[in-house]
């Protein structure tokens, strides 16, 4: 059906003089008898829209004749989206012939509030560091901050095994604006370990337009939400980098010319973190779970934009390069690293103790490192001396050897059960295991002495 023609062309959008009105906000237009000219209607007034592109502008000519696109943008809607690589449209980029099975249009509504499911059960990722100080449950959204070299994609590939090999469940990768060499790289580690069918990558590169990168986010949702609510699955998404997808929005928002708040962030842009947000949770049909990896403007927590994503997030996984050139990983700093699932109600009194005790030996760990760079251990009291070995040795119990390093580490990777982690902090803090050195806790399971 013919909308109009395009009467003024920006960068990244386009502007179209009414000839019908049968069209609403959302609604996908191309330019007739050419396919590779693809808008989407973000605004319209009396006589006009303006519409942002899917593609590039370029070569458009003005009194262009736009038509609507009848099935608008769809995305495939089965099993046969693991195991293959998309970008933000839905469209196949691994090379590798495709046949559809069914399609549904991208966007989606948010679950309804009777529908959302809060009291969920925990999600164990067999990942001892993770269970033990910021446990996970079905639903939740985990901010993962760290930057390069510290063994992010590592872990994400772990909590994909593992989530798998624990509830038979699939995952969902999303590239929000990342280079597109850290995606083949990302593709090609999963492949050689073996993870490639048990999830779907969808990927807007950095080279892409805003338009591309911000939708990544909403397609690789739509897939999340297939899994969940069609195949009852506790879904794992990983969006990296949410931040990229505010950059995208605010990209876009100036191109419209729309107004801006402090450091150039769309005025709305609370709407439009919410309206992702919000579509990640638990129903009675399954779950998604996110990691969002933020990135951080100048180190700067209070900007405007990590604050809105903050304010989502049940917590946090941080990354930090300290505890990574100690060759302990996954390297996470436990003191940073936080869940609201920490909590006597939820976890139980054991473990939200345990915790408490391990922080604190932690903490007097740090003290006591700088007394003996200057006096030596011998002038520490018995208590502290204690303090200071089983310290060292909780460190290096929650290093961990995993299933996706195998290959590099010759080590075999471990599951440890919640209990067992709760029964050797325990012991290890209890003294038990004191004649044991601390070298025979690095990089194990559970312990076995």
Not at 169 to 195: H, W
Not at 196 to 214: A, C, E, H, I, Y
């Amino acid at each position: 059906m013919e909308i109009g023609k395009i009467i003024t062309i920006g960068d990244i959008s386009v502007e179209i003089i009414l000839s019908s009105n049968d069209i609403k906000i959302g609604d996908i237009l191309e330019v007739k008898g050419n396919d590779r000219y693809v808008f989407e209607v973000v605004e319209i007034n009396n006589i006009s829209a303006t519409c942002i592109s899917l593609y590039s502008t370029r070569g458009i000519q003005k009194g262009s004749v736009v038509v609507k696109k009848s099935d608008g943008l769809e995305i495939e809607y089965s099993d046969k989206i693991l195991g293959r690589v998309f970008n933000s449209y839905g469209e196949v980029i691994d090379g590798l012939p495709f046949e559809s099975e069914k399609k549904v249009k991208v966007s989606n509504d948010t679950v309804t509030l009777k529908d959302v499911k809060v009291e969920t059960e925990p999600l164990w990722t067999g990942i001892k560091v993770i269970d033990f100080f910021a446990p996970l449950q079905k639903g939740f959204k985990m901010g993962l901050l760290g930057g390069a070299g510290v063994g992010k994609t590592v872990l994400i590939k772990e909590l994909i095994h593992n989530i798998y090999e624990g509830s038979n469940s699939n995952a969902v990768f999303v590239g929000a604006g990342e280079r597109s060499r850290e995606g083949k790289e990302l593709y090609e580690d999963m492949k050689k370990s073996n993870l490639l069918d048990k999830m779907t990558m969808v990927f807007g590169q950095m080279g892409d337009n805003p338009v591309s990168r911000s939708k990544s986010v909403e397609t690789g949702l739509r897939m999340a939400e297939y899994l969940r609510d069609e195949k009852g699955q506790d879904v794992l998404i990983f969006i990296d980098n949410i931040y990229r997808f505010i950059q995208a929005r605010a990209e876009i928002s100036t191109d419209l010319k729309e107004l801006l708040i402090e450091n150039g962030y769309p005025s709305n842009m609370s709407g439009q973190i919410s309206s992702i947000e919000e579509r990640i949770n638990s129903t009675d049909e399954g779950s998604i779970t996110s990691f969002q990896a933020i990135y951080i403007p100048a180190d700067d927590l209070t900007d405007d934009a990590v604050q809105t994503v903050m304010s989502y997030m049940d917590g946090q996984i941080v990354l930090d390069r300290k505890v990574a050139e100690l060759g302990l990983y996954p390297a996470i700093d436990v003191f940073r690293s936080t869940s609201k699932l920490v909590d006597v109600e939820k976890i139980g009194e054991r473990h939200f103790n345990l915790v408490e005790r391990v922080l604190a030996y932690l903490t007097r760990y740090e003290e006591l490192e700088e007394i003996i760079a200057v006096l030596g251990i011998e002038e520490l009291s018995e208590e502290d001396k204690n303090v200071f070995h089983r310290s060292r040795k909780l460190r290096n119990y929650f290093s961990q050897p995993m299933f996706v390093a195998e290959a590099y580490t010759n080590i075999k990777g471990e599951f440890v059960d919640i209990k067992d982690v709760l029964d050797d902090v325990e012991n290890i803090l209890n003294g038990k295991y004191d004649d044991v050195d601390e070298s025979k806790f690095r990089y194990i399971g559970k312990y076995n002495g």
